[in-house]
């Protein structure tokens, strides 16, 4: 079945750095667009990052942008997320989202999220 | 802050209608027809149960169902099961930069 499953969190002092991975089954991972979206301790989830099938687009919250960056390995199966110059308010739950739509299919659409990891746990705190 | 408007909390009898509404602006909202619901419940993942305004995913049931007017987004959910109970959330794409945008999320409470 279709899975995503996220590896790579923990503790982290402000300023620090950690890095995500998400890696895929069930499905051709190079055919879809990936995001990430976190989810801060009792909070609304938050739109972090996109990157497109063949990671020629790429876009980023403004929160982010500058001090996070998404990447792929379409040979592993594994989509990232590097985060440097942590800040306490990226204190969240990190998931990584599937594209309903890929590059090749006809059904479904590009703007929704149809398989969610199980989220990681990032905490950044002295 | 979110970028979309959603009422913090609606409540419902079971077998009862619901709608949550998503107030967004013409850069999102009002200019696309990409705008997704999904449920989450508590420790959970979120599930797709409405994208492209109106399209429900195959095994989402026909209770659950979305539109569209101007600015604002619903999601209506009709005859209210105590399993609906939970958080949901909007999200449209937006552009100028391109980029994805939240609702803060409603509490659905079945009571």
């Known amino acids: 079945q279709v899975q995503l499953v996220e590896s790579g969190g923990g503790v982290v002092q402000p300023g620090g750095s950690l890095r995500l991975s998400c890696v895929a089954s069930?499905?051709?991972?190079?055919?879809?667009?990936m995001h990430w979206v976190r989810q801060a301790p009792g909070k609304g989830l938050e739109w972090v990052a996109f990157l497109q099938y063949d990671a020629n687009d790429r876009a980023y919250a403004d929160s982010v942008r500058g001090r996070f960056t998404i990447s792929r390995d379409n040979s592993e199966n594994t989509l990232f997320l590097e985060m440097n110059s942590l800040r306490g308010d990226d204190t969240a739950v990190y998931f990584c989202a599937k594209e309903q739509k890929g590059n090749n299919d006809g059904s479904g659409s590009h703007f929704a999220w149809d398989c969610w990891g199980q989220g990681a746990l990032v905490s950044v705190s002295s | 802050q979110s970028a979309l408007t959603q009422p913090a909390s609606v409540s419902g009898s079971p077998g009862q209608s619901i709608t949550i509404s998503c107030t967004g602006t013409?850069?999102?909202?009002?200019?696309?027809?990409?705008v997704s619901w999904y449920q989450q419940h508590p420790g959970k993942a979120p599930q797709l149960i409405i994208f492209?305004?109106?399209n429900r995913p195959s095994g989402i049931s026909d209770r659950f169902s979305g539109s569209k007017s101007g600015t604002t987004a619903s999601l209506t959910i009709s005859g209210l099961r105590a399993e609906d109970e939970s958080d949901y959330y909007c999200?449209?794409?937006?552009?100028?930069?391109?980029?994805?945008?939240f609702g803060g999320g409603t509490k659905l409470t079945v009571l």
């Open positions: 999200t449209s794409f937006a552009h100028n930069p391109p980029r994805r945008e």
């Open positions: 492209d305004v109106s």
């Open positions: 013409a850069s999102d909202i009002g200019a696309f027809n990409y």
């Open positions: 069930g499905f051709t991972f190079g055919n879809f667009g």
